[in-house]
């Protein structure tokens, strides 16, 4: 694998709602890019290196979460942060997600999902 492309799998720039639960509180976010490995997520808090979450991913269509399908509800280990101060406040805060327990039945979702919306 190249120094430049690291990663395992591909990334895909989806936006998702995301609820990231720490183990002191829980806070909204949203997702940048996400792959069967892991995604990246804007948030409008900092999050320490290699903290266990739990990662809740919601599809949102035209601002209304998608009843019809069902979260992504899977642990992560946060691998990176980064700040952008250009960013909205809501969005301010990166971190680099690796999930941690996802199910084969919930690799194989993601894997369905990113085939079908990256086109």
């Known amino acids: 694998m190249s120094p430049q ?4 799998h591909p990334r895909f720039r989806l936006h998702l709602s995301a609820e990231i639960q720490t183990p002191k509180r829980t806070i909204t976010a949203a997702t940048r890019d996400l792959s069967v490995g892991g995604c990246c997520v804007e948030s409008p808090y900092s999050l320490q290196e ?22 992504l509800i899977v642990g992560a280990q946060v691998q990176w942060t980064a700040e952008n101060d ?12 690796r999930f941690t327990d996802a199910t084969d039945a919930q690799r194989k979702w993601l894997e369905d999902f990113l085939a079908r919306a990256s086109g």
Do not use: K, W, Y
């Open 5 to 8: 492309n690291r990663r395992a």
């Open 86 to 97: 250009e960013a909205p406040l809501e969005s301010r805060h990166l971190a680099g997600m």
């Open 50 to 71: 290699g903290l266990q979450i739990r990662l809740s991913l919601f599809l949102v269509i035209d601002g209304i979460e998608c009843v019809e399908t069902p979260p």
